[in-house]
């Protein structure tokens, strides 16, 4: 990912999550891609992966704009607070679950996957750093490796919040996911929400 060597994860954790968000993008369009060439049920998993990724892009943009906090962003946050903070860690499965349930399941999982697979990207380099540190010591590795720890461990409570709230991303996500949508149609240039610090 382009995004990755250009973030301060001590610093900048928005920055981090559009990394995140960012590479999951890119890999579903992939995955959208491929899916249009296979002859079986190709058109409702492409249904599926456009609908994802319209829920990270909103989620994206969100995010992005916690910093200017406009006021559309501030009536929303204090609506996503509200939600009611799951009880434990959610299940992944959807049995028992009302159709607001699978929904709110659905676009939470869609943003906690994206953590997930950066947080996984990152504890891979690091694994491999430090093996290569064990076996030929250098002095400017070791800050590296501290800088990967670091974002892992920011990744690791990013999830554990989002993971307090799965229908304040829901809400997020269904409210601003139409609104992009809107602005598509109408023809409004939509700015970058993938644009990290340099």
Do not use: K
Not at 4 to 26: F, S
Not at 72 to 101: E, H, I, Y
Not at 152 to 172: K, N
């Amino acid at each position: 990912m382009g995004c990755q060597e250009q973030i301060d994860a001590g610093g900048y954790p928005v920055d981090l999550a559009l990394c995140a968000i960012q590479g999951r993008v890119q890999a579903l369009r992939e995955y959208l891609a491929v899916s249009r060439s296979m002859g079986r049920n190709r058109h409702g998993r492409a249904r599926e992966l456009r609908r994802d990724i319209r829920r990270l892009r909103a989620w994206a943009l969100y995010l992005s704009e916690s910093r200017r906090q406009p006021w559309w962003w501030r009536w929303l946050s204090q609506c996503a607070r509200r939600t009611t903070p799951a009880a434990g860690r959610v299940s992944t499965g959807r049995s028992g679950l009302g159709v607001r349930g699978v929904q709110r399941l659905s676009a939470f999982s869609v943003v906690e996957r994206a953590y997930a697979a950066l947080q996984e990207e990152y504890q891979g380099r690091l694994l491999t750093l430090r093996l290569a540190q064990s076996r030929h010591p250098l002095s400017h590795r070791v800050g590296v490796i501290d800088e990967m720890e670091q974002r892992v461990q920011l990744l690791t409570s990013m999830r554990t919040v989002l993971a307090r709230h799965p229908a304040g991303v829901a809400l997020v996500c269904s409210v601003v996911s139409p609104a992009l949508r809107i602005r598509h149609w109408l023809g409004l240039r939509e700015e970058s929400v993938f644009t990290v610090r340099q």
